[in-house]
């Protein structure tokens, strides 16, 4: 294998931890037609991947990895399987990059040492194929890595807006699509920039993962009876279960200045974290006990309808700012909606049972939709913005008390 390709190899790594089948698609479809382009066949990094495997070039490889890469991109565009790709994501991406590169090394290497035979023992030509295996596999540990690390990223946005009512992931989902299209793009034609871009991005998500996890530690403190490390929000400490003085909860989960007011466990509910100890709620769902006090988040009816009382009581501040954003034409409206999902929706919406998830969403879009075509109306339309908040809290209220009825049916 010679050094361009082997670049080519560590090049691909971002691309394929950020969309595995996608660039395995792409990569194919460059391998088999890239020759045909009149300014690339000659290119020296097109000529590196024509050494391709017959396989990965077929018509069978190419049709499967094209159905799996609009798989992979359908996937991406709903929040529940965004979630679940998110988890398995890196292992599927080490699989698929083991066996693509491994084919490549293969391929290329025996190519070039085809010519070399001639001259050289056996021995020479076994070296140079164990060489390039190691390589390949370096490439797709490298390419595991960046996966988890994506991950750990997509997680942090996951927590912190797990609805994605601010749109992020969304938009992200766009983002990392065209980075994979440009990345395969820039790999056949700027081989040595694309090597300075995918090498910068690598190294922008490693600061990133250092940055979010110091971020996540310097916000602990130590419990005043067993110093375990625990969040300042916190009522009890999740090990040996001392009462303290916990912290308020601010936004997205930081701990504020102040001290924590009476209907504290619910404020934490609303971030999902446990009541007891403000450790993060893993599940969406009522019925999960916390893993690291043990303790059920909501154990009765009763602590359901607090919550929802709770929730209840964002319902006139959030009807109130949504009526100053109205008052601005046009412009007001996005920050009006994604304001009511933050401050009412959220809370309704992170313990709803899937299949009541699902529903809801789709519901809450044609009643939004439906709703936004009715804005020309005069007095109806400045009046849309406190609507719209008004008719989805009691939609995502129904679902919320529907799955309550469902927990906790006796
Ligand atoms: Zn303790
Ligand atoms: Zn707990």
């Known amino acids: 294998m010679n050094a361009l390709a ?55 490889a190419v049709i499967v990895l094209g159905v799996l890469a609009v798989l992979e991109a359908t996937a991406e565009r709903s929040v529940d399987a965004r979630r679940m790709l998110t988890e398995l994501g890196p292992y599927l991406k080490l699989g698929a990059a083991l066996a693509i590169n491994l084919g490549l090394a293969d391929a290329q290497t025996s190519a070039m040492l085809q010519e070399l035979t001639v001259y050289a023992p056996e021995g020479v030509l076994h070296a140079g194929l164990d060489a390039s295996h190691a390589l390949a596999t370096g490439a797709a540990l490298f390419t595991f890595w960046l996966a988890v690390m994506r991950k750990r990223a997509l997680s942090f946005l996951l927590d912190a807006d797990e609805e994605d009512d601010l749109g992020l992931q969304g938009a992200l989902v766009w983002v990392e699509d065209a980075f994979v299209f440009g990345g395969v793009a820039a790999l056949a034609v700027f081989p040595a920039l694309a090597l300075v871009v995918l090498g910068m991005t690598a190294a922008a998500l490693f600061a990133l993962d250092r940055w979010t996890a110091h971020r996540e530690a310097s916000r602990r403190v130590p419990c005043g009876s067993c110093e375990v ?31 924590a007011g009476p209907r504290h466990p619910q404020l934490l509910l609303a971030a999902k974290r446990c009541p007891h100890c403000a450790t993060r709620l893993g599940k969406a769902r009522l019925d999960q006990v916390c893993s690291a006090c043990g303790k059920e988040a909501f154990a009765s009816r009763a602590d359901v309808d607090a919550y929802l009382s709770a929730v209840q009581r964002q319902l006139p501040k959030t009807l109130l700012v949504c009526a100053l954003f109205g008052a601005i034409p046009l412009l007001g409206l996005i920050p009006g909606i994604i304001y009511y999902r933050l401050s009412l929706l959220g809370g309704l919406r992170r313990y709803l049972r899937p299949g009541a998830s699902f529903t809801t969403r789709w519901l809450s879009r044609f009643l939004t939709i439906g709703l936004l075509a009715l804005q020309w109306i005069p007095v109806v339309g400045a009046a849309m913005l406190p609507l719209l908040a008004l008719a989805n809290y009691a939609l995502y209220r129904r679902a919320l008390v529907g799955t309550a009825d469902t927990v906790f049916a006796v």
């Open 6 to 60: 082997m670049m080519q190899l560590l090049a691909t790594a971002p691309l394929f931890a950020s969309r595995a089948f996608l660039a395995a698609f792409l990569v194919a479809l460059t391998a088999r037609f890239g020759g045909a382009i009149p300014f690339l066949s000659d290119s020296s990094a097109i000529t590196a991947l024509q050494a391709a495997p017959p396989w990965f070039t077929s018509d069978v």
């Open 229 to 259: 490390e625990l969040h300042p929000s916190a009522p009890h400490c999740p090990s040996c279960n001392a009462a303290r003085d916990a912290s308020a909860l601010g936004f997205l989960g930081r701990p504020k200045e102040s001290a």
